[in-house]
């Protein structure tokens, strides 16, 4: 089942998401839908806060980003990308070479930017079935999953952009909040202040 976006300027965008435990409520439904969610919008990564739920997990798809031709450089390693489910996800280590490459977000349609974030991770998480796992990932897949992680911290990747850069974007921000925005998957906007 596909599930709508939440759209930036939403709350539980910008919360600390919860662990959650293995008898959470319909788990392994909610981890398809997301899946399913983030395949149909053409994303490579989707966290539980941008379908409405301040919780710890997060699913990626990161394949898609190794046969792109969308003028970013190509990665700095030659890795073919993973598809994962993280739950309860807690980022160990980040280091390695700083890089910038031109991230956007479902939250935020129509907005890509340069971030810069470092190239290597180390990530303690559970996957899908409940098992624990330390995994390391560097370039692409890192970039994705800390943009990931980002979310269910309450981050966005505009929060990295320059004091000007963000003031340029302020007035798109402002439309995309309220619904002012096409886009071609399911979103959910927050409900607008009432004109006095
Ligand atoms: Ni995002």
């Known amino acids: 089942m596909l599930l709508p976006i939440i759209a930036y300027g939403d709350s539980v965008l910008r919360q600390v998401a919860r662990p959650i435990t293995p008898e959470y409520p319909d788990l392994n439904q909610l981890i398809a839908n997301m899946l399913e969610t983030m395949y149909a919008a053409h994303g490579v990564g989707l966290a539980a806060p941008q379908i409405g739920l301040s919780i710890r997990l997060f699913v990626i798809d990161s394949r898609p980003m ?5 003028g970013n450089p190509p990665p700095p390693d030659a890795e073919q990308g ?3 489910v993280f739950i309860n996800a807690e980022m160990l280590q980040n280091t390695g070479k700083v890089w910038a490459y ?7 349609p129509q907005v890509r930017e340069d971030v810069k974030r470092p190239s290597d991770i180390v990530i303690r998480y559970y996957d899908e079935q409940f098992n624990l796992h330390e995994e390391a990932f560097s370039g692409m897949t890192a970039r994705v ?6 979310h269910i911290e309450g981050k966005l990747f505009i929060d990295y952009l320059s004091p000007l850069k963000k003031r340029l974007l302020q007035r798109r921000l402002e439309r995309i909040t309220q619904g002012d925005v096409s886009v071609k998957y399911k979103m959910r906007f927050p409900p607008q202040p009432r004109k006095r």
């Open 66 to 70: 190794f046969d792109d031709d969308d």
């Open 82 to 84: 993973v598809r994962r």
């Open 102 to 108: 031109t991230e956007g977000c479902l939250s935020i």
């Open 145 to 150: 999953i800390q943009h990931e992680y980002d």
